[in-house]
């Protein structure tokens, strides 16, 4: 059991932490995809007003459209939500992510859409940012291209940097890009910028310094993710060791209440906790100890309740055997005393069975039998026993498809019997007993042309000698054990006995409902 319990704890924790893991990597990727929308929209932008700000920018840069597809309309002609129309109204730069590229757009000067396609949102930006520098350090003088340089750097928010020294050149093979196209961009290794090296009309060589590339990794995502694993771990695993302790502390406090004598003491505890199977198993046990007690009370009372009138009708043949002057008086009394014993025997057997199954059951020996057999064999006996009736069994043929059932033959017969001869001793004329089986369940109603039972009395049918009408049973026969031993017996399979008024014959109808299987641990 301690082993149990604590692969259970461990399971529970090794569950817990794939769970929180899993929390991190949505969290992650719900923060990357906020990040990611937030940089590809930020990024761009100094590009977006630089472009947004020039007259008839698509005409002015028409030299872009070899490195990136720049086009500039009306807002109806690039298809946008209305989310993203009110945005561009507000001035803000808008990023689309599309299955053909990212969108950039953002209203120009005179009020129509400038939008940017990018495949590759860093490398195309860059190389962009570099071609316009070249442009316009073409178009300025010698003298001029420092403030020009310097003026761009601020309104792109990159750094420009003249390489006048050896050192600061890159390698050869981004050289030899820039000697093919005047334009290269690459990354650096030492810190994961880019970089964009462009070469002008006369041979001088810029380069671009960007802002840095996006990191899903950056170390503000790594510290929250960490702090939230590490936290929400903690913090379970103290709640999960608080909760088991206060539960066995629970269970200890009942125990000590049970033993001074408080019999209805019960461990309240919540569905999936540790020890709900401790918890369960313990109020079953002091719920069982107390039934015991309370039938041990009743039972005392109510046998010795039941015995006081044979025993007293003994007596009486007794005495009333003085008086006889003749044999025929003599062999009456005889008899009498004979069926008063006979009772008694009867009444006894009923008490021993009752008690048997309240104190836990009989060692039941589930087997599969049909219950259609049993059926028959009960209406054919009750038949003969009570020819004055008509007692008709209804089996359809769905019903006898599934009429196998995991029981217990000789007890389930008993039941059967007991609601049989019940409602043939209140019956007019007419006992009807139906089945309806299917593959899950099984039940049997007995239904009667009796005057019925009142509904409020339903439920207290079932208690242990219970008597509705006290001269009327004794006159019918009966101790009030009957249906408490039905209701005992289906509770052993499982099932439930319950009692309603029948549509059919207009009487009661008493149904018996169980499981038509049961798995292999629950048989008793």
């Keep these: 059991m301690p082993l149990k319990f604590f692969l259970k704890l461990y399971a529970r924790l090794a569950g817990l932490t794939a769970l929180v893991v899993l929390l991190c990597v949505l969290l992650f990727t719900g923060i990357n995809t906020v990040r990611s929308q937030f940089w590809h929209e930020r990024f761009p932008e100094p590009l977006m007003r630089w472009l947004a700000a020039a007259p008839a920018p698509v005409q002015q840069y028409h030299w872009l459209t070899s490195t990136v597809d720049l ?18 109204g507000y001035g803000q730069v ?23 396609r990018l495949n590759e949102p860093y490398r195309d930006v860059s190389e962009t940012i570099g071609l ?19 003026q761009m750097a601020r309104s792109l928010n990159v750094e420009v940097h003249p390489l006048d020294d050896a050192a600061l050149l890159p390698d050869p093979d981004v050289l030899d890009q820039v000697a093919d196209r005047g334009l290269a961009f ?14 002008l ?40 060791l608080r909760e088991v302790d206060s539960n066995l502390r629970t269970v200890e406090s009942v125990a000590v209440r049970i033993a001074r004598g408080e019999m209805g003491a019960r461990v309240q505890t919540g569905e999936g906790t540790l020890v709900t199977r401790l918890a369960s198993s313990f109020n079953g046990m002091a719920e069982h100890i107390q ?31 003085e008086d006889c002057q003749d044999q025929a008086a003599l062999q009456k009394q005889l008899d009498g005393i004979d069926g008063d014993i006979q009772e008694l025997d009867e009444l006894i057997d009923e008490i021993l069975t009752y008690a048997r199954l309240e104190q836990g059951g009989p060692v039941f020996s589930l087997q599969e039998n049909s219950v259609t057999d049993i059926v028959r064999q009960v209406v054919s006996e009750q038949q003969m026993v009570r020819p004055e009736l008509n007692i008709e069994g209804n089996i359809d043929e769905v019903s006898e498809r599934w009429a196998l059932s995991d029981i217990e033959p000789r007890y389930l017969h008993r039941a ?16 009807l007993v139906s089945c309806h089986f299917d593959e899950d369940n099984c039940r049997i109603d007995v239904e009667d042309d009796g005057p019925g039972i009142p509904e409020e009395d339903w439920e207290k049918v079932f208690t242990a000698f219970a008597r509705l009408d006290d001269s009327r049973t004794r006159t019918s026969g009966g101790y009030g054990l009957g249906l408490s031993i039905v209701r005992r017996i289906l509770y052993w399979h499982g099932g439930h006995a319950f009692v309603s008024r029948s549509d059919t014959l207009g009487g009661a109808k008493f149904s018996l409902v169980w499981p038509r299987k049961k798995p292999v641990d629950s048989i008793v």
């Design 94 to 116: 808008v990023g689309i992510e599309s299955d053909v590229g990212y969108r950039v757009l953002v209203t120009g000067l005179a009020g129509e859409v400038l939008q940017l």
């Design 132 to 150: 316009i520098f070249r442009w316009h350090l073409d178009s300025a003088s010698a003298d001029d291209r420092h403030n020009v340089a310097s």
């Design 291 to 321: 039934r015991l007690v309370q039938v041990q009370r009743e039972m005392i009372h109510a046998v010795s309740h039941e015995l006081r009138t044979p025993v007293a009708r003994i007596r009486f043949g007794v005495q009333m055997i």
């Design 186 to 199: 690459y990354t650096d290794e030492s810190d994961g910028c880019g970089r964009v090296i462009v070469q």
């Design 201 to 240: 009309s006369d041979g001088e060589l810029y380069r671009i310094d960007m802002p840095a590339a996006f990191n899903a990794w950056a170390w503000p995502v790594v510290l929250l993710l960490a702090l939230v694993l590490g936290g929400v771990l903690a913090v379970a695993l103290f709640l999960a």
């Design 71 to 88: 086009r500039m309309g009306a807002p109806s002609r690039f298809n946008l939500s209305p989310v993203a129309l009110e945005r561009l």
């Design 416 to 431: 059967i019997q007991n609601l049989v001869g019940n409602a043939g001793r209140y019956a007019a004329g007419k006992v």
